[in-house]
């Protein structure tokens, strides 16, 4: 079983920026492609970014697109989320996903393995 940990939420400051990171417990980012998804109170999982195995083609939703960027190293098995210009409406908790296949942050019951999720909260 894939394990995905996500340190690096918290309280911030509107503007930003601020580096979310997804560590995997094995090597799978050349296999898996990765997506990061958020979820704020009473709303629907929304997935905001992802990037392909192999080819690194990344995707964004509206919302995000310029302002945040998605990465990885394959080397660390680890995907990074690079938020600028964060608003308040920015807050939510914030998943990483893998997907045995190519990117795709359209559903959220195409992944395959979930982290635990962690609490960003942006302040005006």
């Known amino acids: 079983q894939v394990r995905l940990m996500e340190p690096g939420g918290g309280l911030f400051q509107s503007g930003g920026p601020r580096r979310l990171s997804c560590t995997a417990s094995e090597f799978i980012l050349n296999i898996y492609s990765m997506a990061w998804f958020r979820q704020a109170p009473g709303k629907a999982r929304e997935g905001v970014s992802c990037?392909?195995?192999?080819?690194?083609?990344?995707d964004y939703s509206d919302s995000v697109k310029g302002r945040f960027t998605i990465s990885r190293d394959n080397d660390k098995n680890t995907v990074y989320l690079e938020m600028n210009n964060l608003k308040p409406e920015d807050t939510a908790v914030y998943y990483c996903a893998a997907r045995l296949g190519s990117c795709s942050r359209r559903s959220a019951g195409d992944q395959n393995f979930w982290g635990q999720g962690t609490q960003v909260t942006i302040s005006s």
């Open positions: 990037i392909n195995r192999g080819d690194g083609r990344t």
